[in-house]
Protein backbone atom coordinates (compact mmCIF):
# COMPACT_ATOMS: atom_id res chain seq x y z
CA UNK A 1 0.00 0.00 0.00
CA UNK A 2 2.02 3.04 -1.09
CA UNK A 3 1.86 5.78 -3.73
CA UNK A 4 4.33 4.89 -7.17
CA UNK A 5 6.41 7.40 -9.18
CA UNK A 6 7.80 5.87 -12.43
CA UNK A 7 11.32 7.72 -12.45
CA UNK A 8 12.42 11.00 -11.11
CA UNK A 9 10.44 13.75 -12.31
CA UNK A 10 8.15 10.69 -13.62
CA UNK A 11 4.02 10.58 -12.87
CA UNK A 12 3.45 10.16 -9.44
CA UNK A 13 -0.10 7.95 -8.79
CA UNK A 14 -1.96 7.73 -5.81
CA UNK A 15 -2.71 4.27 -4.15
CA UNK A 16 -6.60 4.21 -5.40
CA UNK A 17 -4.42 4.90 -8.96
CA UNK A 18 -7.70 7.33 -9.72
CA UNK A 19 -5.00 10.60 -9.49
CA UNK A 20 -2.04 11.22 -11.19
CA UNK A 21 0.44 14.07 -11.08
CA UNK A 22 3.50 15.17 -12.59
CA UNK A 23 5.65 17.14 -10.23
CA UNK A 24 8.64 19.63 -11.74
CA UNK A 25 10.88 17.77 -9.77
CA UNK A 26 10.98 15.50 -6.42
CA UNK A 27 12.81 16.10 -2.91
CA UNK A 28 13.24 13.28 -0.32
CA UNK A 29 14.92 15.92 3.07
CA UNK A 30 16.70 14.09 5.63
CA UNK A 31 16.63 17.00 8.19
CA UNK A 32 13.68 19.74 8.82
CA UNK A 33 16.58 22.55 7.84
CA UNK A 34 16.92 20.50 4.70
CA UNK A 35 12.94 20.43 3.97
CA UNK A 36 12.44 24.16 5.12
CA UNK A 37 15.33 25.05 2.27
CA UNK A 38 13.13 23.31 -0.34
CA UNK A 39 10.67 25.35 0.67
CA UNK A 40 12.51 28.48 -0.05
CA UNK A 41 14.07 27.25 -3.44
CA UNK A 42 10.46 26.19 -4.31
CA UNK A 43 9.30 29.68 -3.89
CA UNK A 44 12.61 31.04 -5.61
CA UNK A 45 11.63 29.38 -8.69
CA UNK A 46 7.79 30.26 -8.10
CA UNK A 47 6.77 26.99 -7.55
CA UNK A 48 3.74 25.71 -5.47
CA UNK A 49 4.99 22.22 -3.06
CA UNK A 50 3.24 19.66 -1.71
CA UNK A 51 4.18 16.89 0.58
CA UNK A 52 3.39 13.24 -0.10
CA UNK A 53 3.10 10.30 2.28
CA UNK A 54 2.21 7.08 0.87
CA UNK A 55 -0.94 8.22 -1.06
CA UNK A 56 -3.19 6.85 0.47
CA UNK A 57 -5.90 9.53 0.14
CA UNK A 58 -8.60 9.25 -2.84
CA UNK A 59 -8.83 13.06 -3.77
CA UNK A 60 -5.78 14.96 -5.31
CA UNK A 61 -4.94 16.74 -1.88
CA UNK A 62 -1.07 15.96 -2.45
CA UNK A 63 -1.02 16.65 -6.24
CA UNK A 64 1.23 18.94 -7.71
CA UNK A 65 2.61 20.29 -10.54
CA UNK A 66 5.37 21.69 -8.92
CA UNK A 67 7.69 20.47 -6.05
CA UNK A 68 6.40 17.45 -4.50
CA UNK A 69 8.07 16.79 -0.82
CA UNK A 70 8.73 12.50 0.26
CA UNK A 71 9.02 12.48 4.13
CA UNK A 72 10.41 9.05 4.33
CA UNK A 73 13.63 9.62 5.57
CA UNK A 74 11.87 12.11 8.05
CA UNK A 75 10.94 8.67 10.47
CA UNK A 76 11.27 7.53 14.04
CA UNK A 77 10.53 8.57 17.56
CA UNK A 78 12.02 11.73 18.57
CA UNK A 79 11.26 11.53 22.35
CA UNK A 80 9.05 9.41 24.89
CA UNK A 81 7.78 11.35 27.81
CA UNK A 82 6.46 9.04 30.21
CA UNK A 83 5.89 11.42 33.29
CA UNK A 84 3.85 14.04 30.28
CA UNK A 85 1.77 10.54 28.37
CA UNK A 86 3.56 11.82 25.41
CA UNK A 87 5.45 10.54 22.15
CA UNK A 88 7.17 12.92 19.51
CA UNK A 89 7.81 11.69 15.88
CA UNK A 90 8.89 12.65 12.68
CA UNK A 91 5.89 13.04 10.15
CA UNK A 92 6.77 10.53 7.70
CA UNK A 93 6.85 7.81 9.95
CA UNK A 94 4.13 5.37 8.60
CA UNK A 95 1.40 4.39 11.17
CA UNK A 96 2.50 0.75 11.20
CA UNK A 97 6.34 1.50 12.45
CA UNK A 98 4.84 3.66 15.18
CA UNK A 99 2.07 0.91 16.71
CA UNK A 100 5.28 -1.21 16.60
CA UNK A 101 7.42 1.04 17.79
CA UNK A 102 5.19 2.14 20.54
CA UNK A 103 4.44 -1.63 21.52
CA UNK A 104 8.06 -2.09 22.33
CA UNK A 105 8.25 0.84 24.48
CA UNK A 106 4.66 -0.64 26.14
CA UNK A 107 3.05 2.19 24.90
CA UNK A 108 -0.32 2.99 22.90
CA UNK A 109 -2.48 5.16 21.30
CA UNK A 110 -5.85 5.10 22.89
CA UNK A 111 -7.11 4.82 19.52
CA UNK A 112 -6.46 4.28 15.89
CA UNK A 113 -8.08 3.73 12.31
CA UNK A 114 -8.25 0.34 10.69
CA UNK A 115 -5.42 1.40 7.94
CA UNK A 116 -1.97 1.97 9.20
CA UNK A 117 -0.31 2.21 5.84
CA UNK A 118 -0.16 5.99 5.84
CA UNK A 119 2.37 8.11 7.52
CA UNK A 120 1.52 10.28 11.02
CA UNK A 121 0.99 13.65 8.84
CA UNK A 122 -0.55 12.43 5.74
CA UNK A 123 -3.13 10.30 7.86
CA UNK A 124 -3.76 13.75 10.61
CA UNK A 125 -3.78 15.80 7.98
CA UNK A 126 -6.77 14.44 6.32
CA UNK A 127 -8.63 13.55 9.26
CA UNK A 128 -8.49 9.82 9.32
CA UNK A 129 -9.89 7.97 12.11
CA UNK A 130 -11.21 4.86 13.44
CA UNK A 131 -14.69 4.47 15.24
CA UNK A 132 -14.99 5.30 19.30
CA UNK A 133 -18.01 6.16 21.62
CA UNK A 134 -15.72 8.75 23.37
CA UNK A 135 -11.69 8.39 22.09
CA UNK A 136 -11.61 10.35 18.38
CA UNK A 137 -9.55 10.55 15.93
CA UNK A 138 -5.88 10.76 15.41
CA UNK A 139 -5.23 14.28 14.88
CA UNK A 140 -7.49 14.31 17.91
CA UNK A 141 -4.56 13.08 20.10
CA UNK A 142 -2.20 15.23 19.14
CA UNK A 143 -0.75 17.27 21.47
CA UNK A 144 1.61 19.35 19.53
CA UNK A 145 3.19 19.79 15.90
CA UNK A 146 6.03 21.03 14.24
CA UNK A 147 5.72 22.14 10.96
CA UNK A 148 7.36 24.11 8.28
CA UNK A 149 5.46 27.87 6.78
CA UNK A 150 5.76 29.30 3.35
CA UNK A 151 8.57 31.39 4.36
CA UNK A 152 10.71 28.05 4.94
CA UNK A 153 10.67 29.08 9.09
CA UNK A 154 9.76 26.27 11.80
CA UNK A 155 6.66 26.99 13.41
CA UNK A 156 5.84 25.21 16.75
CA UNK A 157 2.57 24.44 18.22
CA UNK A 158 0.41 23.50 20.96
CA UNK A 159 -2.70 24.10 23.61
CA UNK A 160 -0.20 26.76 25.36
CA UNK A 161 2.23 27.76 22.23
CA UNK A 162 0.09 29.10 19.13
CA UNK A 163 -2.92 27.83 20.12
CA UNK A 164 -4.66 29.02 17.05
CA UNK A 165 -2.49 27.34 14.71
CA UNK A 166 -2.99 24.43 16.49
CA UNK A 167 -6.98 24.44 16.57
CA UNK A 168 -6.18 23.85 13.15
CA UNK A 169 -3.28 22.82 12.02
CA UNK A 170 -3.88 18.80 13.63
CA UNK A 171 -5.93 18.68 10.28
CA UNK A 172 -4.64 21.35 7.78
CA UNK A 173 -5.30 19.63 4.82
CA UNK A 174 -1.24 20.21 3.56
CA UNK A 175 -2.63 23.94 3.44
CA UNK A 176 -0.70 25.66 6.58
CA UNK A 177 2.09 24.70 5.91
CA UNK A 178 4.53 20.87 6.13
CA UNK A 179 4.42 19.40 9.17
CA UNK A 180 7.69 17.60 10.41
CA UNK A 181 6.61 16.05 13.84
CA UNK A 182 4.18 14.76 15.80
CA UNK A 183 3.83 14.93 19.69
CA UNK A 184 1.35 11.95 20.48
CA UNK A 185 -0.99 11.27 23.86
CA UNK A 186 0.05 7.89 24.54
CA UNK A 187 -0.90 5.54 27.59
CA UNK A 188 0.10 2.12 28.93
CA UNK A 189 -0.68 -0.35 26.47
CA UNK A 190 -3.99 -2.04 27.06
CA UNK A 191 -5.65 -4.83 25.62
CA UNK A 192 -8.88 -5.30 24.01
CA UNK A 193 -11.21 -7.86 23.30
CA UNK A 194 -12.50 -7.95 19.75
CA UNK A 195 -16.53 -9.55 19.16
CA UNK A 196 -17.05 -9.70 15.63
CA UNK A 197 -20.65 -11.66 14.28
CA UNK A 198 -22.99 -11.34 11.88
CA UNK A 199 -26.22 -9.10 12.80
CA UNK A 200 -29.24 -8.40 10.17
CA UNK A 201 -29.06 -4.87 8.58
CA UNK A 202 -32.52 -3.49 10.24
CA UNK A 203 -31.51 -5.24 14.04
CA UNK A 204 -28.49 -2.62 13.78
CA UNK A 205 -30.61 0.40 12.89
CA UNK A 206 -33.15 -0.46 15.86
CA UNK A 207 -30.33 -0.88 18.17
CA UNK A 208 -27.77 1.52 17.16
CA UNK A 209 -28.18 3.67 19.76
CA UNK A 210 -27.73 1.07 22.28
CA UNK A 211 -24.88 -0.87 20.65
CA UNK A 212 -23.00 2.47 20.56
CA UNK A 213 -23.40 3.18 24.45
CA UNK A 214 -22.49 -0.04 25.12
CA UNK A 215 -19.44 -0.15 23.39
CA UNK A 216 -15.88 1.64 23.90
CA UNK A 217 -15.69 0.88 19.32
CA UNK A 218 -18.42 -0.20 17.67
CA UNK A 219 -18.33 -0.81 13.97
CA UNK A 220 -20.37 -2.64 11.37
CA UNK A 221 -19.92 -3.44 7.24
CA UNK A 222 -23.27 -3.54 5.52
CA UNK A 223 -23.54 -5.72 2.27
CA UNK A 224 -25.94 -3.86 -0.22
CA UNK A 225 -28.20 -6.19 -2.06
CA UNK A 226 -28.92 -7.53 1.34
CA UNK A 227 -30.19 -7.51 4.89
CA UNK A 228 -27.15 -8.84 6.43
CA UNK A 229 -24.56 -6.94 8.10
CA UNK A 230 -21.08 -8.03 10.06
CA UNK A 231 -20.51 -6.03 13.15
CA UNK A 232 -17.36 -5.44 15.16
CA UNK A 233 -17.37 -4.48 19.19
CA UNK A 234 -14.18 -3.68 20.69
CA UNK A 235 -13.26 -3.05 24.53
CA UNK A 236 -10.84 -3.11 27.17
CA UNK A 237 -9.85 -6.33 28.53
CA UNK A 238 -8.29 -7.42 31.74
CA UNK A 239 -7.25 -10.30 30.04
CA UNK A 240 -5.72 -12.88 29.35
CA UNK A 241 -4.49 -12.14 25.92
CA UNK A 242 -6.28 -14.43 23.32
CA UNK A 243 -5.14 -13.54 20.08
CA UNK A 244 -6.65 -15.26 16.57
CA UNK A 245 -4.33 -18.62 15.87
CA UNK A 246 -2.54 -18.10 12.97
CA UNK A 247 -3.76 -20.32 10.73
CA UNK A 248 -7.55 -19.25 11.34
CA UNK A 249 -6.35 -15.35 10.92
CA UNK A 250 -4.64 -16.09 7.90
CA UNK A 251 -7.89 -17.77 6.67
CA UNK A 252 -10.71 -15.23 7.75
CA UNK A 253 -8.21 -12.15 7.43
CA UNK A 254 -6.36 -13.16 3.97
CA UNK A 255 -7.92 -16.22 2.21
CA UNK A 256 -11.41 -14.78 2.72
CA UNK A 257 -11.41 -11.37 3.15
CA UNK A 258 -8.89 -10.54 0.64
CA UNK A 259 -8.45 -13.13 -2.01
CA UNK A 260 -11.96 -14.85 -2.14
CA UNK A 261 -13.20 -10.86 -2.02
CA UNK A 262 -10.55 -9.95 -4.64
CA UNK A 263 -11.57 -12.68 -7.00
CA UNK A 264 -15.43 -11.77 -5.98
CA UNK A 265 -14.65 -8.70 -7.04
CA UNK A 266 -13.12 -9.11 -10.67
CA UNK A 267 -16.51 -11.97 -11.08
CA UNK A 268 -18.49 -8.89 -10.08
CA UNK A 269 -16.56 -6.47 -12.69
CA UNK A 270 -16.93 -9.17 -15.76
CA UNK A 271 -20.50 -9.25 -15.48
CA UNK A 272 -22.24 -7.13 -13.29
CA UNK A 273 -25.56 -9.30 -12.80
CA UNK A 274 -23.84 -11.47 -10.43
CA UNK A 275 -23.22 -9.13 -7.77
CA UNK A 276 -26.26 -9.40 -5.60
CA UNK A 277 -25.55 -13.15 -5.65
CA UNK A 278 -21.83 -12.43 -4.57
CA UNK A 279 -22.93 -10.01 -2.17
CA UNK A 280 -25.41 -12.83 -0.30
CA UNK A 281 -22.85 -15.22 -0.20
CA UNK A 282 -19.96 -12.98 0.63
CA UNK A 283 -21.82 -11.69 3.12
CA UNK A 284 -22.11 -14.99 5.17
CA UNK A 285 -18.39 -16.29 4.18
CA UNK A 286 -17.25 -14.81 8.14
CA UNK A 287 -18.78 -16.49 10.79
CA UNK A 288 -18.51 -14.92 14.53
CA UNK A 289 -15.49 -14.52 16.36
CA UNK A 290 -13.95 -13.10 19.62
CA UNK A 291 -10.56 -12.16 20.73
CA UNK A 292 -8.24 -10.44 22.98
CA UNK A 293 -4.89 -8.54 21.64
CA UNK A 294 -3.15 -5.38 22.09
CA UNK A 295 -4.48 -2.56 20.27
CA UNK A 296 -3.06 -2.31 17.03
CA UNK A 297 -4.04 -5.69 15.96
CA UNK A 298 -7.68 -5.37 16.75
CA UNK A 299 -8.22 -1.85 15.44
CA UNK A 300 -6.32 -2.50 12.28
CA UNK A 301 -6.10 -5.30 9.49
CA UNK A 302 -4.70 -5.44 6.03
CA UNK A 303 -6.67 -4.46 2.70
CA UNK A 304 -5.12 -5.73 -0.01
CA UNK A 305 -8.18 -5.31 -2.28
CA UNK A 306 -7.65 -1.61 -4.08
CA UNK A 307 -10.84 0.33 -4.23
CA UNK A 308 -11.92 4.11 -4.55
CA UNK A 309 -14.17 5.73 -1.44
CA UNK A 310 -16.28 8.04 -0.18
CA UNK A 311 -17.08 9.05 3.02
CA UNK A 312 -19.43 11.26 4.38
CA UNK A 313 -19.96 12.16 8.65
CA UNK A 314 -23.54 13.10 9.57
CA UNK A 315 -24.44 13.75 12.68
CA UNK A 316 -24.41 10.64 14.69
CA UNK A 317 -28.33 11.15 15.20
CA UNK A 318 -29.12 10.75 11.30
CA UNK A 319 -27.06 7.81 10.81
CA UNK A 320 -29.95 5.29 11.08
CA UNK A 321 -31.98 7.22 8.75
CA UNK A 322 -29.56 8.41 6.34
CA UNK A 323 -29.01 4.68 5.61
CA UNK A 324 -32.02 3.58 4.86
CA UNK A 325 -32.12 6.49 2.59
CA UNK A 326 -29.06 5.01 0.60
CA UNK A 327 -30.54 1.44 1.08
CA UNK A 328 -33.42 2.27 -0.69
CA UNK A 329 -31.25 4.56 -3.40
CA UNK A 330 -29.37 1.23 -4.15
CA UNK A 331 -32.74 -1.21 -4.43
CA UNK A 332 -34.59 1.60 -6.93
CA UNK A 333 -31.54 2.79 -9.20
CA UNK A 334 -30.56 -0.92 -10.51
CA UNK A 335 -26.86 -0.11 -9.35
CA UNK A 336 -24.63 -3.56 -8.66
CA UNK A 337 -22.92 -2.61 -5.79
CA UNK A 338 -20.11 -4.85 -4.40
CA UNK A 339 -18.58 -3.58 -1.78
CA UNK A 340 -19.59 -3.06 1.66
CA UNK A 341 -20.80 -0.03 3.30
CA UNK A 342 -18.92 0.85 6.22
CA UNK A 343 -20.39 2.80 9.24
CA UNK A 344 -18.27 3.67 12.08
CA UNK A 345 -18.42 6.79 14.85
CA UNK A 346 -16.71 9.83 17.03
CA UNK A 347 -17.53 11.75 19.35
CA UNK A 348 -17.45 15.59 19.14
CA UNK A 349 -13.83 17.49 19.16
CA UNK A 350 -12.22 21.05 18.74
CA UNK A 351 -9.94 20.89 15.61
CA UNK A 352 -11.56 23.05 13.22
CA UNK A 353 -11.91 21.35 10.34
CA UNK A 354 -12.20 17.87 11.70
CA UNK A 355 -15.38 16.06 10.29
CA UNK A 356 -16.19 15.49 14.03
CA UNK A 357 -15.72 19.37 14.92
CA UNK A 358 -18.32 20.46 17.50
CA UNK A 359 -20.71 17.61 16.71
CA UNK A 360 -20.93 13.89 17.50
CA UNK A 361 -20.76 12.35 14.40
CA UNK A 362 -21.72 8.66 12.17
CA UNK A 363 -19.16 8.08 9.19
CA UNK A 364 -20.70 6.39 6.12
CA UNK A 365 -18.13 5.44 3.70
CA UNK A 366 -18.77 3.75 0.24
CA UNK A 367 -16.75 1.84 -1.85
CA UNK A 368 -16.31 0.64 -5.60
CA UNK A 369 -13.11 -1.66 -6.75
CA UNK A 370 -10.62 -0.27 -8.11
CA UNK A 371 -11.28 -0.16 -12.26
CA UNK A 372 -15.09 0.12 -11.68
CA UNK A 373 -16.98 2.94 -12.90
CA UNK A 374 -17.80 4.41 -9.19
CA UNK A 375 -19.15 8.31 -10.50
CA UNK A 376 -23.03 7.21 -10.35
CA UNK A 377 -22.99 5.48 -7.27
CA UNK A 378 -20.68 8.11 -5.66
CA UNK A 379 -23.04 10.52 -6.85
CA UNK A 380 -26.27 9.41 -6.01
CA UNK A 381 -24.85 8.87 -2.21
CA UNK A 382 -23.74 12.07 -1.94
CA UNK A 383 -27.12 13.48 -2.60
CA UNK A 384 -28.52 11.33 0.44
CA UNK A 385 -25.48 12.52 2.16
CA UNK A 386 -25.55 16.30 1.98
CA UNK A 387 -29.11 16.68 2.63
CA UNK A 388 -28.12 15.65 6.57
CA UNK A 389 -25.78 18.41 6.55
CA UNK A 390 -22.30 15.44 5.35
CA UNK A 391 -18.94 16.31 6.06
CA UNK A 392 -16.72 14.38 3.44
CA UNK A 393 -13.21 12.88 4.65
CA UNK A 394 -10.63 15.66 3.05
CA UNK A 395 -8.94 12.42 1.47
CA UNK A 396 -11.78 10.54 0.25
CA UNK A 397 -13.66 11.02 -3.29
CA UNK A 398 -16.34 14.19 -3.00
CA UNK A 399 -17.23 16.99 -5.31
CA UNK A 400 -17.52 19.68 -2.47
CA UNK A 401 -16.71 23.55 -2.58
CA UNK A 402 -15.87 25.87 -0.20
CA UNK A 403 -19.09 27.77 -0.39
CA UNK A 404 -20.73 24.14 0.73
CA UNK A 405 -17.71 23.60 3.50
CA UNK A 406 -18.68 27.38 4.82
CA UNK A 407 -22.19 26.10 5.50
CA UNK A 408 -21.40 23.15 7.21
CA UNK A 409 -18.18 23.95 9.11
CA UNK A 410 -19.28 26.64 11.80
CA UNK A 411 -15.36 27.33 12.15
CA UNK A 412 -14.52 27.47 8.44
CA UNK A 413 -13.97 31.05 8.57
CA UNK A 414 -11.29 30.67 11.29
CA UNK A 415 -9.51 27.96 9.13
CA UNK A 416 -9.40 30.42 6.19
CA UNK A 417 -8.48 33.58 8.17
CA UNK A 418 -5.56 31.27 9.35
CA UNK A 419 -3.97 30.16 5.88
CA UNK A 420 -3.98 33.70 4.45
CA UNK A 421 -1.44 34.73 7.33
CA UNK A 422 0.55 31.55 6.83
CA UNK A 423 0.45 31.27 3.49
CA UNK A 424 -0.77 34.65 1.60
CA UNK A 425 0.96 33.65 -1.53
CA UNK A 426 -0.52 30.18 -1.53
CA UNK A 427 2.71 28.20 -1.47
CA UNK A 428 0.93 25.39 -0.76
CA UNK A 429 -2.18 25.59 -3.07
CA UNK A 430 -3.08 23.02 -5.73
CA UNK A 431 -6.19 22.30 -7.35
CA UNK A 432 -8.20 20.88 -4.92
CA UNK A 433 -7.48 23.13 -1.81
CA UNK A 434 -8.51 25.91 -4.34
CA UNK A 435 -11.68 24.14 -4.71
CA UNK A 436 -12.19 23.75 -1.20
CA UNK A 437 -10.89 26.42 0.79
CA UNK A 438 -11.66 28.95 -2.01
CA UNK A 439 -8.80 31.18 -4.06
Not at 342 to 362: C, F, K, M, Q
Amino acid sequence: MSSTASGRNGTWRNWGGNVAARPAREVTPASVEELADAVRKAAADGLKVKAVGTGHSFTSIAATDGVLIRPQLLTGIRDIDREAGTVTVEAGTPLKRLNIALAREGLSLTNMGDIMEQTVSGATSTGTHGTGRESGSIAAQIKGLELVTADGSVLSCSEKENPEVFAAARIGLGALGIVTAITFAVEPIFLLTAREEPMPFDRVLAEFDELWAENEHFEFYWFPHTGSTNTKRNNRSAGPEKPVPQIQGWIEDEFLSNGVFQVAQWVGRAAPGTIPAIARISSKALSARTYTDIPYKVFTSPRRVRFVEMEYAVPRAAVAETLRELRTMVERSGLKVSFPVEVRTAPADDITLSTASGRDSAYIAVHMVKGTPYQAYFTAAERIFTVHEGRPHWGKVHTRDAEYFAGVYPRFGEFTALRDRLDPERRFQNDYLRRVLGP
